[in-house]
């Protein structure tokens, strides 16, 4: 488990990968990679998008914030961590209610229905990191050749995000 940072210090992105890191160890994403892979490209796309919300879109958001989000997203959902373990590691209320909401929740809901709640909350840097996430999913490395559902899901859903982010005042791609 992630050593505590230092007391009253932040923690950094280095942190945040140490711990999904730790949390992931020994999983395979769908694409039969280690784990980390995914979340880092997912990471690297989110920063890319935070860094252009605030730098050319003037929008307030903390890129080093989403990057940690991105590197914690699937760490409720596919290991035993919980948000007191996030707490418990110093990452800060608004990472953590990021990772909240981009965790899929424990009833069964329809995908569609967890973008429309994923928008619904407002929260930009979530939005941020389901993009990335959706666009890193629509990789053809990650969908089986056969599943076009998919392929369609993780379109839409991309559509659905970016014009919320649009919406958002978010000029990228």
Do not use: W
């Not at 990968?17 to 694409?31: I, M, V």
């Not at 940690?68 to 997203?73: E, G, I």
């Not at 990021?98 to 069964?108: E, F, H, S």
């Not at 990191?129 to 369609?152: H, Y």
């Amino acid at each position: 488990m992630l050593a505590h940072p230092v007391e009253g210090s932040v923690p950094t992105i280095f942190d945040a990968h140490t711990f999904a890191l730790t949390a992931h160890a020994g999983q395979l994403d769908k694409g039969g990679e280690p784990c980390m892979r995914h979340l880092e490209r997912v990471a690297n796309a989110a920063l890319a998008r935070a860094g252009h919300a605030r730098l050319v879109d003037g929008l307030d958001i903390d890129p080093m914030r989403v990057m940690q989000a991105a590197l914690l997203h699937d760490v409720l959902e596919d290991t035993p961590r919980t948000p007191a373990d996030l707490r418990a590691a110093g990452f800060g209320p608004d990472v953590i209610r990021t990772v909240l909401i981009l965790t899929k929740p424990q009833a069964r809901v329809a995908y569609s229905e967890r973008i429309a709640s994923l928008i619904e909350a407002g929260d930009f840097a979530a939005i941020l990191v389901k993009m990335s996430d959706t666009e890193d999913n629509l990789c053809p490395s990650r969908i089986p050749p056969n599943a076009t559902f998919l392929r369609e899901r993780y379109a839409t859903a991309f559509a659905r995000l970016k014009e919320a982010a649009t919406a958002a005042g978010y000029t990228g791609r």
